[in-house]
């Protein structure tokens, strides 16, 4: 027995090893070692197609590795309690996305706003509604008709309840289309149940569909912003429907410790900055549908990120009494 | 037959030898990697992801592919070997495959799972090559009451294969869906049994309750028997199967492949639930259910085919629809993605070299298995010479570098380590662990699928039973359920109540299994 806990003392030891002795070096040759990106999200999503396009391009610049690392789970909050329980020294960066300040605003994790320093907003898109290419709806308006004649009939595939998608689904209903919501935890099966024609809708940014925007097995019918996207010229903005909730947009940025040195958080910001402006990232952005047109600063991202996180705690607290103790259906 | 032409066009791709090199590599990194306990095949795919950057998309893809069918078959050696399932696929594999090894047996194991395996999975890749766009219509058909139902068969399941009581399946099962609710539920964010700990609000990750139960209380349990020297287990090499042992068992490997090749194409199911169903449908359907867990090849030979035959049409949704239908299936995504392709109905028009180059390369990849899976498991085996001191520190080495790996978190080592003495007091006790990984596994898709049907269909319960496809897999459940309780129950009904001079059941009637290793 005491061998046998030996062994496991040992190797619990050799794996603390690297972990633990994170050497703090010096201020004036950052980075020398390798900067570590953690993905909040697991491989293939959004969050991690973003890291590793991001540690891709800017190893040239920064001249060391970085290498990716995904840490998943609560809504990409456990990999930013990794962000924040690791030293502030500019040598983790993580993925920091709406998803996660809005599951914030919900009462979820311990994170806030102010813990982070925003290196960079690397990609924004507004979320759409879309319908199978089967759909009898060819516009929003008919889709609004008949969510008014038959309520609640119509369902829209969502990530979640107390998401963005239901705070938007919420206000459609004030606004008199009562749609039902219906949570899918895993994309796959989102994105497939519109397709297979198990439900009627489906709530997304057009990043994450883009194969079947391109295929044209989804069709987008509405976009959630203040004005159309450049890249679906047709498809009608929620402002010029007169729906006012087009202050939802699906943001990503990297995020350090608050703390860094505010040094080091420059070299970092201008190696994003080179990368943003590559054509490399250019040609992603644009097939994700999520290029930000100007370059922001670190303090200008933290404001957005923090009005974000008001706006969402102030949706959540006005369609309050309607999320606690619902059940679904 | 413009199909052929584009095959042959896809072999030639496939066995370019920069492309080959790749995929033999791959497949050899994959078996290892299963074979490790603790380090799964998704966890070698994860490994390999950055590194296909580098590579055309076409490597890359016959890459991950020989990672993908070696992996899911490697599991199975240290199943059989070892009796510590590789990956959680291989779970069922350990319940004949390792009563053979302890018979001397274990070549005649190994090349029966190798066979199967390779059947399976070649099979798979045929329907994959020539079937892959109406069995991509046919997935669209199941939605979430489906996904329910076949969750729900394969937790009854795990009761009907007990080979101890199953009532004390039953329990474990439930205490593994316990375990699965811990964490954020997936529908309203609501922290559930965390106790405040941080950590947990991502839940308990299966694998890591595996590897611990398993591995670490397995290995704790063996070194405390036998602490110091001895061989762990003296084998014979034992028979190498001829065609005509095959034979016997083509049955066995038929219904398996049939049911894995089913079941890989529904999204989020996969190879353990295939393999497991595959395992206690076998039981029913060979007529020698009674003595399977005694080393019975035909219990061997189902999951096996079972496990391999998920691994082609679980690209079929991928590939033709872009939706991937399990963690190895989605690092493919992410690698698709990378290289700026898109799967879905267009890759077939746009891409259609990459295309029938990757179903090639699934082709080849399973012939290639049979070669590549031998020389594994030919090493494998000298390991069962080395000393189960030094073969156990080896392993706990493996398994938290492993449980580490699963997310990259070490408050998943300490979970998985805590797992380790409940495997060791479970193995002491005689409380079979499998019903709880699989209820660990299973319970959160279970849940969500259910949570998910009911907000799609307000509410109706009524949806699980009146949707064809759904009803006819909970009444199988049912039927199962009532099979594999019967003898259970059937003396309590026989007997009159407070019978003093029959005392209990389980006294009288011993179906209790020797402690293994």
Known sequence: MLRNALTLTAAVAALLTPVLSSDPARADDYPSRPIEVIATFGAGGGADLMARQFARLAEPHLRVAMPVVNVSGASGNAGLTRVLTNPADGYTVGTLIALSVSSWASGLGTAKPDDFVYVAMMQNSPSMLYVSKNSPFKTYEEFAAHAKANPGKLRVATSGYGTQDDITLKYLGSQGVPVTNVPFARPSERYASPIGGHTDAIYEEPG???????SGDLRPIVVFDKQRHPSFPDVPASAELGLDIGDLPNFRTLAVPAGTPPERVQKL????????????????????????????????????V??????????????????VGQTPG | MDILANLAG????????????????????????GALPGISFVNAMAIALPFTYLLPPVTAMSFLGGIYVGGVFGGSISSILINIPGTPASLPSCWDGYPMTRKGLSSRALSIAITASAFGGLASALLLTFGAPPFASFALKFDQPEFFAATILGLVSVIAIAKDAPLMSALSMFLGLLIGTVGVDPMYGMPRLTLGVPDLESGINFTVVMIGLFAIGEVVDLICKRAGGGRSITTKPGKQVGLSDLWRVKSSILRGTGLGCTIGVIPGAGATVGAVIAYSVEKQACGKGDRFGTGMEEGLAAPEAAKNATTGTAMIPLLTLGIPGSAATAIML???????????????????TLVYTIFASMLIANLLMIVAAMGVARVFSTLMRVPPAILGAFIIVL????????????????????????GYFMKRTNFP?????????LGPLCERYFLTSLANYEGNMAVFFTRPISGTILALSAIFLAWSMWPAVKPLLRRPPNDPTHGDPAAKEPPRRVLKA
């Open chain 2, 334 to 352: 992410a690698a698709m993605l990378i290289h700026g392709l898109n799967p879905g109905p267009l890759l077939f028009t746009s891409n259609t």
């Open chain 2, 433 to 441: 662990p499998a019903p709880l990984v699989v209820g660990v596994i």
């Open chain 1, 269 to 304: 910001h201008e190696a994003a900055a080179k990368v943003l402006a590559s054509p490399e990232w250019k040609t992603f952005c644009a097939d994700t549908f999520t290029c930000v047109d100007t370059l922001v600063t670190p303090d200008q991202a933290k404001e957005e």
């Open chain 1, 208 to 214: 994450d569909v883009a194969q079947f925007l391109k």
């Open chain 2, 10 to 33: 896809g072999f030639a791709g496939a066995l370019d030898p920069y492309n080959f090199v790749f995929l033999v590599s791959g497949l050899m990194l994959g078996v290892v990697a």
């Open chain 1, 306 to 323: 923090k009005a974000f996180y008001e706006t969402v705690k102030g949706y959540l607290d006005r369609f309050a009494t309607k999320t």
């Open chain 2, 399 to 422: 398994s938290v570098v492993g449980a580490y790996g699963v997310r990259n978190n070490l408050f998943d080592v300490y979970v998985c380590l805590a797992f380790g003495i409940v």
